[in-house]
Nanobody, 126 residues
Framework: QVLLVESGGGPVQAGGSLRLSCTSPGRTLRSYIMAWFRQAPGKEREFVAAITWRGDGIYYADSVKGRFTISRDSAKMPVYLQMNNLKPEDTAVYSC???????????????????WGQGTQVTVSS
């Protein structure tokens, strides 16, 4: 069983920044695709960003391009999500996910990820 633990969420004003971290105690999760999803109240789970285990493939949802950055150090954990210029519509529970090998066309589909963290709340006030 892969345990994923997120941290770094919290309240922030619009225009501010937060950095989320996703760790897996005792594991590097080499060969896994790592991703961040988010879910706001009353809305479906939404893809945010994904990164390959080498870090050579990075993908973002259009809604966060230019504001969010996903990263990981040399195919290790943790995986980070740097969120800048936050907007009220970014308010959601952000969850880290790990998935096995998959084509890049599937990175945005939460059903292709096998392991999930509990999530961390991000609340952006205007």
């Amino acid at each position: 069983q892969v345990l994923l633990v997120e941290s770094g969420g919290g309240p922030v004003q619009a225009g501010g920044s937060l950095r989320l971290s996703c760790t897996s105690p005792g594991r590097t999760l080499r060969s896994y695709i790592m991703a961040w999803f988010r879910q706001a109240p009353g809305k479906e789970r939404e893809f945010v960003a994904a990164i390959t285990w080498r870090g050579d493939g990075i993908y973002y949802a259009d809604s966060v391009k230019g504001r969010f950055t996903i990263s990981r150090d040399s195919a290790k954990m943790p995986v980070y999500l740097q969120m800048n210029n936050l907007k009220p519509e970014d308010t959601a529970v952000y969850s880290c996910a790990a998935g096995g090998a998959m084509g890049s066309d599937y990175y945005t589909y939460f059903t292709h990820y096998d392991h999930w963290g509990q999530g961390t709340q991000v609340t952006v006030s205007s």
